[in-house]
């Protein structure tokens, strides 16, 4: 059984409003729609910190890559410098 909050009167479950006072007793639908709000926004967050971190992933990932890619580029390019020396020296 559940009782109006304002008046007192007994209420069916599937009552939305108090027949005596008019009072609204949709408060348990409010309370499921700010849940439902709730666990919205929850994975919202969720992601907007997943894509957070994989940014940091792929930024971390990509770092070493950023330093490595120049100094094996400087490496080849200094063995065909020496290379072409080497030749041309005979
Ligand atoms: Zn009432």
Avoid at 8 to 23: D, M, R, T
Avoid at 44 to 55: A, T
Avoid at 58 to 81: E, L, Q
Wanted: glycine letters at 6%.
């Amino acid at each position: 059984m559940h009782y109006c909050q304002n008046c007192g009167a007994e209420i069916e479950s599937n009552q939305k409003v108090c027949s005596l006072c008019g009072y609204n007793l949709g408060k348990k639908e409010s309370d499921s729609d700010e849940d439902a709000g709730i666990t919205e926004i929850d994975p919202k967050i969720l992601r907007s910190e997943m894509l957070k971190q994989l940014k940091k992933a792929r930024a971390s990932a990509f770092s070493p890559w950023m330093a490595i890619v120049p100094i094996a580029f400087f490496i080849v390019f200094f063995g065909f410098v020496l290379l072409i020396i080497l030749i041309t020296r005979g």
